[in-house]
Nanobody, 115 residues
Framework: QVQLVESGGGLVQAGGSLRLSCTAS????????MGWYRQAPGKERELVAV???????HYADSVKGRFTISRDNAKNTVYLQMNSLKPEDTAVYYC?????????WGQGTQVTVSS
């Protein structure tokens, strides 16, 4: 069993910054990918950023140049640094860890960006 604990969400004004973190614990022997998704009210969950074990990073077009994903593999922790936040970034952000064939999700953390 794997548990994901997220932190770092909150309310921020447009143009501000937030840093999300997610730590995985439990029966993890190898992680294939760690990433972040988000879901805004009335919308489907979408990929924000993912870090593939081995080095490759992928971002949604809407966050490129503003968000940065990073990992501390020794701590099984993934971070999402969010800069230049916009009201359209408002959503519940979910941590995701892939340990093939399993897919784990955090409980979600609310990010609200006021205009």
């Amino acid at each position: 069993q794997v548990q994901l604990v997220e932190s770092g969400g909150g309310l921020v004004q447009a143009g501000g910054s937030l840093r999300l973190s997610c730590t995985a614990s439990g029966s993890i022997f190898s992680i294939n990918a760690m990433g972040w998704y988000r879901q805004a009210p009335g919308k489907e969950r979408e990929l924000v950023a993912v870090s593939i074990t081995g080095g490759s990073l992928h971002y949604a077009d809407s966050v490129k140049g503003r968000f940065t994903i990073s990992r501390d593999n020794a701590k099984n922790t993934v971070y999402l640094q969010m800069n230049s936040l916009k009201p359209e970034d408002t959503a519940v952000y979910y941590c995701n860890v892939v340990h093939v064939p399993y897919n784990y999700w955090g409980q979600g953390t609310q990010v609200t960006v006021s205009s």
